[in-house]
């Protein structure tokens, strides 16, 4: 069993195909640049690529407008060459997964194109219709500000269609039962292909009633997620959905499951919204206690956390205060803001580019319980681009070498600019160059990763917060097999001295070995330990005597 939870002590990142590695020079990457640079993300300590969407569609919303689910866009390749993609991802270790975006297609999509041309067509039932416009239709915006509708009126259906996203991305009618066969063999084909899970777009809105009567608040069809969740563990057994559901923490078990039988991983937005407010405020208050209200039902469970994604920072769910305090560390610019709830911005320009913050957020990234999901290009700190619409900021050509288009292509052209000038551009952010340099940040990422994965009492075991009596210090403990992690975090600028009880059950108190630097801790007369953080300091320990290597437990 515990060979199948491979997800548990993970390094996932997220990449798009588009903007990665160009190999033909047409401006726009490709599965063959990917797969040339797949020794790059083994080097880097990857063990999971999650690749954004890829399949066929018009563009117009990143590849989210799927126009056929069963084929590669032909700008990213063929069939063929994804193929070729999974099998070397494979031959390194790696797994792959996928972007699964079923609640809603690009309007441009054969069974769109067939339901709107005909109410007899056997595929109208397949979207939500009506023949009045609903009186709810200008609420439940997912993009407020860019929407002003879920409900457009399609001339040649004669009738307005829902769509939650969006004009072009009519929702599908995941109620109906053909909907429903049609999803499970679109993951089918993909698994045969390769693919060991599928990120799952906007599941809340997936296993949602829809329909021109239904209420703000619809029913949630949870049975539709065991469905998924029973149908890919039949086909391969070790496969797994990392579901994208922003809710609070009362609700997160109905994904995950009563008996764990639904979702095996979910995206931690409580924490990653309450993580960002300390790292504004230097109060971890707030966090602490979202990490003790997420705490997984049950032991395959997972959550997956993150810093930035590729969407913006959503901090719809913290208090007025709270998201005003990240607005004025972070995005204190409205043209940084984004659908009155977020920042559009990547982090490494959230944080000024200072290095010791940029440590802090990853450290802690790596070190809080679940499975770190990283972005393509923060391992070299990238930064983005404001000119761009909305999310595209930070959407750009991978930085890899000094040379034009940051080594991303040989094209005049690129589907988005890469950056250029300024602290972010690539003529002074880029791999080659932070390779060479053993100070540099992706260096120091790569021996960070490293440890992580040797430290899987963070994946696999049972944390506790531990009572520091600063709120400007996060300390953590875990527990797994008989051996113990403790992680520091000072989130103030300035130096901090620490006291605390690491909670020994022995009756000697145990050295903390630093497992990143040679300053280990010995403990105090009282078996307390007492350690000075610097300003955005932190430490990771491994709790008992030198000789740890030797009596480890492995998996």
Not at 224 to 250: C, H, Y
Not at 476 to 489: E, I, K, S
Request: charged share 25%; hydrophobic share 40%; glycine share 8%.
């Amino acid at each position: 069993m515990i060979s199948d939870l491979w997800y548990k002590n993970a390094v996932i990142y997220c990449l798009s195909v588009e903007s990665f590695m160009d190999s033909d020079g047409d401006g726009v990457g490709d599965f063959r640049g990917l797969t040339r640079r797949l020794d790059y993300l083994h080097g880097l300590g990857v063990t999971a690529v999650w690749l954004m969407p890829f399949q066929a569609s018009p563009g117009r919303d990143d590849g989210y407008d799927v126009s056929d689910y069963y084929n590669v866009d032909p700008r990213y390749g063929t069939l063929g060459d994804f193929v070729e993609f999974t099998h070397a991802a494979k031959q390194r270790g790696m797994r792959v997964l996928i972007d699964l975006v079923v609640n809603h297609t690009s309007d441009q999509h054969p069974w769109f194109k067939s339901a709107r041309s005909d109410p007899d067509s056997p595929y109208r039932d397949w979207y939500v219709w009506s023949k009045t416009k609903p009186k709810n239709a200008d609420k439940g915006m997912v993009f407020p500000g860019v929407q002003t509708s879920t409900w457009t009126y399609d001339e040649a259906a004669k009738a307005y269609f829902f769509h939650r996203f969006y004009d072009f991305q009519p929702d599908l009618n995941t109620a109906n039962p053909h909907v429903q066969a049609e999803l499970l063999k679109i993951m089918g084909f993909w698994i045969q292909l390769g693919v060991c899970g599928f990120r799952m777009d906007a599941v809340p809105f997936v296993i949602a009633e829809k329909g021109a009567s239904v209420p703000m608040t619809p029913k949630l069809d949870f049975d539709m997620l065991r469905t998924f969740r029973e149908f890919l563990q039949w086909r391969k057994g070790d496969s797994v959905i990392l579901a994208e559901a922003n809710v609070t923490p009362d609700e997160n078990v109905k994904y995950f499951g009563d008996d764990g039988d639904r979702m095996q991983m979910m995206f931690n937005f409580h924490v990653n919204q309450r993580l960002f407010y300390a790292l504004a405020s230097a109060d971890t208050a707030p966090l602490a206690k979202a990490l003790n209200e997420t705490r997984p039902g049950y032991p395959t469970a997972q959550w997956g956390v993150f810093l930035r994604n590729h969407d913006e920072l959503d901090l719809g769910r913290l208090e007025d205060d709270q998201r005003q305090a990240v607005f004025d560390a972070f995005g204190p610019d409205k043209s940084m803001q984004l659908y009155d709830r977020g920042i559009r911005r990547r982090l490494a320009p959230m944080l000024k580019a200072d290095r010791r913050r940029l440590e802090l957020a990853y450290s802690l990234m790596f070190t809080l319980p679940g499975t770190p999901v990283l972005r393509y290009g923060d391992e070299i700190a990238m930064g983005d681009d404001l000119k761009l619409p909305e999310r595209n900021c930070a959407r750009t050509p991978m930085q890899w070498s000094g040379e034009a288009n940051g080594g991303f292509s040989k094209a005049k052209k690129t589907f988005l600019p890469a950056i250029s000038g300024g602290g972010f551009g690539f003529e002074t952010v880029n791999v080659a160059q932070q390779r060479r340099d053993p100070n540099s940040i992706l260096n120091w990422m790569e021996r960070v990763i490293r440890m992580r994965q040797e430290l899987p009492e963070i994946g696999w075991g049972d944390f506790r917060v531990i009572p520091t009596r600063d709120k400007a210090v996060l300390a953590l403990r875990y527990d797994w097999r008989n051996n113990a992690v403790v992680v520091l975090h000072n989130f103030d600028g300035e130096p901090r001295e620490t006291a605390f009880d690491p909670g020994d059950k022995d009756d000697e108190p145990s050295v903390l070995i630093n497992l990143l630097a040679d300053d280990h801790s010995n403990p105090e007369a009282d078996g307390r330990h007492r350690i000075v953080l610097e300003g955005y300091g932190y430490r990771w320990y491994r709790l008992g005597g030198l000789d740890y290597l030797l009596n480890r437990t492995e998996i």
